[in-house]
């Protein structure tokens, strides 16, 4: 690996540092400055059962003390602080939990969506204005303007209400089918499209041409030249749809009842659970910065024409 890499990785881990702070810095005073506070919905709460509650969770110092007492905590020991709303547990625990279920759906959502879109976008490519071609770009087109909530509330009342072929809640193996179809459906959509571009592009490419002059195999042309080439913009887009499938994974796993991160983040903030919104915007922001981060350092591995700078 050469210096140049090395000082760009090195910038790019700062710059990612940075920007998890700045998201972190930006939702901790935003918190604060809403009216209310995690206490004032408990029932039968007196004001000095709830001022004795905000001082053992530390929330009647001042903004500023709490924001560098948290900041201390994430540096020197990785501690997010106990849950204010869920007792006895922590919200690194609820955390882990939660990552459990979300990374499973996330990962075999973007793996499959990945793979079909590849595969989809390049023969629509090859078969450029066939009636293939054009049911895949309708489709594709459907998907994308399609939220992802309208179409899990649709893949929900089909196969679980109407047909009842798979359960409605996310808490079984057969119950997360319907969430990760839901959540792979838009990435799968995004890539067909952006690999059928690509490679019009690339097959348009004189080096191509050259190769069919010189009678290069088809297969050889297709998979060891433009393929290689026209998964580029896949690569760029492979950030932008993790934090996708990250956000959409928000309401998707409210639908269904998956008990991941997404559920606990909404569920902590209907519920003014401070520790459990920061940690969770925390793990949430620091996810998608590292996946920006190896897309770039990926573009290189494809391409080696691309420098850093």
Not at 133 to 155: E, N, Q
Request: with cysteine; net charge positive.
């Amino acid at each position: 690996m050469s210096k140049k890499t090395i000082s760009y990785i090195i910038k790019r881990i700062i710059l990612a540092i940075v920007t998890v702070w700045v998201v972190l810095t930006i939702t901790f005073f935003v918190m604060h400055l809403v009216p209310g506070g995690p206490f004032i919905g408990e029932k039968a709460v007196s004001p000095s059962v709830q001022a004795a509650m905000e001082a053992k969770y530390g929330l009647d110092k001042p903004v500023l003390e709490q924001y560098f007492t948290y900041i201390s905590d994430i540096v020197t020991k990785f501690d997010f602080g106990p849950s204010l709303k869920q007792k006895g547990r922590t919200v690194i625990r609820i955390i882990g939990e939660g990552m459990e279920t979300s990374a499973l759906l996330g990962i075999i959502a973007a793996i499959w969506g990945s793979l079909v879109g590849i595969v989809l976008g390049s023969v629509a490519a090859l078969k450029r204005n066939s009636v293939f071609d054009r049911v895949v770009m309708v489709v594709s087109t459907a998907f994308i303007s399609i939220p992802g909530f309208i179409m899990g509330s649709v893949l929900l009342l089909t196969f679980s209400v109407a047909l009842q072929w798979l359960p409605a809640n996310g808490s079984s193996a057969a119950g997360l089918i319907l969430p990760i179809i839901t959540l792979g459906l838009s990435p799968m959509a995004n890539v067909i499209r952006l690999t059928r571009s690509s490679m019009l592009d690339v097959l348009e490419q004189d080096y191509i041409r050259t190769a069919k002059a010189k009678g290069v195999p088809a297969k050889k042309i297709i998979f060891g030249h433009a393929l290689k080439n026209a998964l580029i913009p896949d690569i760029t887009y492979f950030g932008p749809m993790i934090a996708y499938i990250v956000t959409g994974s928000l309401v998707v796993e409210q639908i269904f009842a998956v008990p991941g991160i997404g559920r606990a983040f909404v569920q902590s903030i209907t519920g003014r659970d401070y520790p459990l919104i920061m940690g969770t915007t925390i793990i949430l922001a620091a996810l998608i910065v590292i996946m920006n981060l190896i897309c770039d350092i990926a573009y290189k591995i494809v391409d080696p024409r691309i420098d850093f700078k």
